[in-house]
């Protein structure tokens, strides 16, 4: 079974500028979760998607935005980017909502923002 | 709200020896689950073990298991008989009802060999 595919795997955006990432989950798996890593901050939670409703959200400017196509694929788009956007982008899915189901992350779309 | 705390940024162990990586938590949720990812270089997030609160007994995964002391909110991650592939980040994360995972800031293990 193939794994979580992220596209693309790297990206260089300037500021101002908007960019969208990909997310292709498990076969079967109906929840995708998106994560920001930096170095300063860490891991930090920037929304669930499930059965294609946003069910949770991180503490994020509303530039940050989702969404997830009926065949479970999910994408993320950031507009207006910053300096500060740079990071690795996470995406992970679960068989359901996530918690209870273990998650299972993708390598991850790298952004940088000139 | 949970919060994830690891103190200790870098440990290093002799190929072959054990190593113990350290973790607490916090949480109002009577229902979590904690986690411990393994990131190496290649980015890809692996997942090494999983605990549910409810259950008294230590997980185990080959030579990877956990110390839970729920009343301390305190799990520690045991790794036997280090290998050179064991060498990453490991991060150590719970989740709750609300289902989002917190994630703590990580500990990059070294391996001597």
């Known amino acids: 079974k193939a794994g979580v595919t992220q596209t693309p795997r790297y990206l260089i955006k300037t500021r101002g500028q908007q960019v969208t990432l990909s997310c292709s989950p498990i076969?079967?798996?109906?929840?995708v979760s998106w994560y920001q890593q930096t170095p300063g901050q860490g891991l930090q939670f920037l929304f669930e998607?499930?059965?294609?409703?946003?069910?949770n959200k991180g503490n994020f400017p509303g530039r940050f935005s989702g969404r997830q196509f009926s065949n479970s694929r999910s994408e993320m788009n950031v507009s207006t980017l910053e300096l500060g956007d740079s990071a690795l982008y996470l995406c992970?899915?679960?068989?359901?909502?996530?918690?209870?189901?273990?998650?299972?992350f993708g390598a991850g779309t790298r952004l940088s923002v000139l | 709200a949970q919060t994830v705390t690891q103190s200790q940024p870098e440990m290093s162990v002799q190929e072959a020896e054990t190593v113990t990586l350290s973790c607490t938590y916090d949480?109002?949720?009577?229902?979590?689950?904690l986690f411990w990812y393994k990131q190496p270089p290649s980015r890809q997030m692996i997942l090494v073990i999983r605990?549910?609160?409810?259950?008294?007994q230590n997980a185990t995964e080959n030579r990877f298991s956990v110390n839970f002391q729920k009343a301390a909110k305190s799990f520690s991650l045991k790794i036997s008989d280090s290998q050179l592939g064991d060498a990453a980040m490991y991060f150590c994360?719970?989740?709750?009802?609300?289902?989002?995972?917190?994630f703590g800031k990580g500990i990059t293990l070294s391996v001597r060999p």
């Open positions: 605990q549910e609160a409810y259950k008294q």
């Open positions: 076969s079967g798996h109906r929840s």
């Open positions: 994360a719970s989740t709750g009802a609300n289902s989002k995972l917190t």
């Open positions: 998607y499930f059965s294609e409703t946003q069910r």
């Open positions: 992970a899915s679960s068989l359901a909502l996530a918690g209870k189901n273990i998650q299972y």
């Open positions: 949480t109002s949720e009577s229902d979590y689950y």
